[in-house]
């Protein structure tokens, strides 16, 4: 049993005992104020009041978990807390206890339910825009290169370089992907993320596919500002190698997973282009490459980890030859970053949380969020919270849900037993359900120990009600139900979070646009200050 199950139960028993003593009149009686929740909370609140009220940082990190919304962050919390033996709902991820946080709106100009381009150029760059967009206002026109011409706005990662400060990019997604890309790239599309993803009409009016505009990143900076000199991106690691190879099987990286891994057909071949930019720069690929990293001598690191998105990190030892995990690429990251006098920013981005929601499959999606918070967690013990603010966000939720009315404990994964019941709950059809479920997707698949979420494209859709009895539903490859057939779950249009700790978090509070949150980094870094 746990502690504090103990706790609550012992506390109720002293305090009963002890009524019929303490007869005296008073406004709170000590079966309540010595009460294990009561004192807690009241703990809580006074931690609150011992937080640091700077306005001034020196580093900047973002932490966008990628559709990571308040039912994800529910649920993780819950999963943790019984993977540690407790009932669960008392855990708290480590950001949860950050002393600041808002709730923010994620909507993009032209959508209620927005994407990860649109919400992340809002984080970036101060200002709401389209779906699908990266680092342009609302006046362009989705896929049609010209009209992004004028309309590129600079992002707190460009701002940080100009300043002088050094600037880092983890993902577990493919670096090109939406996300990271906001924080460096101009694109009328999200999806050009190489040459051949590209129209041939945006190639020849001048547009750049996204992994150029990555390698490439200082001289396209330089240009767009003159009279500036920047010395480019300090930390660059995630996946999506395929979009820096030339589509020729001899530049196959030693562990890819395709008979081609490179998708390229410019002939190009960006890592190299990127280690004759930076002849003292690192490329790794793999663990081994990563681990032997020395970040004592290392300033320029670009790390390309998968042909693709890297795993899942209930995958990641399924990989080929091995690839670091987001915590472990947050850890080297900063090591690199700090070397810097002037200070950093750094956005890390764990990707697949929303991949595995896409799926269906919450088992996946809750276990790369407890990645992420390891990742988090790390970053806040190993940086120095006089100067360093720490956000982390989300850039959407999922249509994913909380539900029923589950007793105390009861496993999060599993099927809805109720208060006073040692079996699960029947519906009205007579079949168990689960806590969690989507409102749309490819529904139910019980796929047992597959912990490859993306299995679930191999599979027909199998939406609506199935009889779960005798069906393992806490399994790694199960995908809970979901009511409405889609070719793959969506995005939610509610709120989702902002937590913040450090010089600069008291800003964070009420609710906010999701534009704000660059407006909260300028801010604290005094990015436009000179
Ligand atoms: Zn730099």
Redesign the pocket.
């Known amino acids: 049993m746990n502690t504090r199950w103990k706790a609550v139960s012992a506390a109720i028993a002293v305090s009963l005992s002890m009524t019929a003593v303490a007869q005296q009149i008073q406004v709170i009686p000590n079966y309540q104020k010595d009460n294990a929740w009561y004192t807690e909370a009241q703990t809580r609140l006074s931690e609150k009041e011992v937080t640091n009220n700077q306005f001034k940082a020196k580093n900047v990190i973002v932490f966008v978990g990628d559709g990571m919304g308040i039912s994800t962050l529910t649920s993780a919390r819950i999963l943790k807390g019984q993977l540690n033996g407790q009932p669960g709902e008392e855990e708290f991820l480590a950001f949860e206890r950050f002393p600041r946080t808002a709730l923010v709106k994620t909507y993009n100009v032209d959508a209620q339910t927005p994407d990860s381009a649109g919400t992340m150029t809002a984080m970036m760059s101060g200002l709401k825009t389209d779906v699908g967009v990266i680092g342009v206002n609302e006046q362009v026109q989705r896929g049609e290169c010209s009209t992004s011409k004028g309309n590129e706005v600079a992002t707190a990662l460009e701002l940080a370089?100009i300043k002088?400060?050094?600037?880092g990019i983890v993902s577990t997604a493919r670096i090109t992907h939406a996300t990271p890309a906001a924080t460096y790239a101009k694109s009328a599309d999200r999806n050009w993320e190489d040459i051949s993803d590209m129209p041939e009409s945006a190639i020849n009016q001048g547009c750049k596919d996204i992994a150029d505009q990555l390698v490439n990143f200082e001289t396209y900076l330089e240009q767009r500002y003159t009279g500036i000199d920047?010395?480019?991106?300090?930390v660059v690691l995630g996946g999506g190698r395929r979009h820096f190879l030339p589509k020729d099987e001899s530049f196959n990286s030693p562990d890819a997973g395709s008979a081609v891994e490179g998708d390229r057909t410019d002939s190009r071949d960006l890592t190299s282009e990127w280690q004759e930019r930076y002849a003292d720069g690192v490329y790794v690929y793999d663990q081994a490459g990563f681990d032997s990293l020395d970040t004592a001598s290392t300033n320029k690191l670009f790390g390309l980890f998968n042909e693709s998105h890297m795993q899942y990190e209930a995958d990641r030892d399924n990989d080929i030859a091995g690839e670091p995990s987001i915590e472990q690429m947050t850890e080297t990251a900063l090591n690199i970053l700090k070397k810097n006098n002037k200070g950093f920013f750094l956005m890390v981005e764990s990707g697949r949380i929303d991949h595995a929601h896409h799926a269906g499959n919450a088992a996946g999606a809750l276990t790369d969020t407890l990645a992420f918070e390891a990742a988090i967690k790390s970053a806040y013990e190993n940086t120095d919270p006089e100067e360093t603010l720490i956000l982390v966000t989300a850039d959407h939720g999922h249509v994913f849900t909380i539900a029923g009315y589950p007793k105390r404990g009861n496993p999060i994964l599993g099927k809805v037993v109720n208060v006073g019941s040692e079996e699960p709950a029947e519906a009205a059809d007579g079949m168990p359900y689960t806590t969690l479920g989507y409102t749309n997707g490819r529904g139910f698949m019980n796929l047992a120990t597959e912990t490859n979420s993306d299995v679930a494209y191999t599979m027909d859709i199998d939406t609506g009600r199935k009889d779960l009895t005798g069906i393992d539903t806490t399994s790694a490859g199960y995908h809970q139900e979901a009511l409405i057939p889609l070719s793959s779950e969506t995005h939610s249009g509610e709120d989702i979070t902002l937590h913040a700790t450090g010089p600069g978090s008291q800003l964070v509070q009420g609710v906010v646009e999701q534009s704000v949150v660059f407006h909260i980094i300028n801010q604290a870094l005094g990015l436009l200050d000179e």
């Open positions: 370089e002088g400060l050094s600037t920047v010395d480019g991106i300090e």
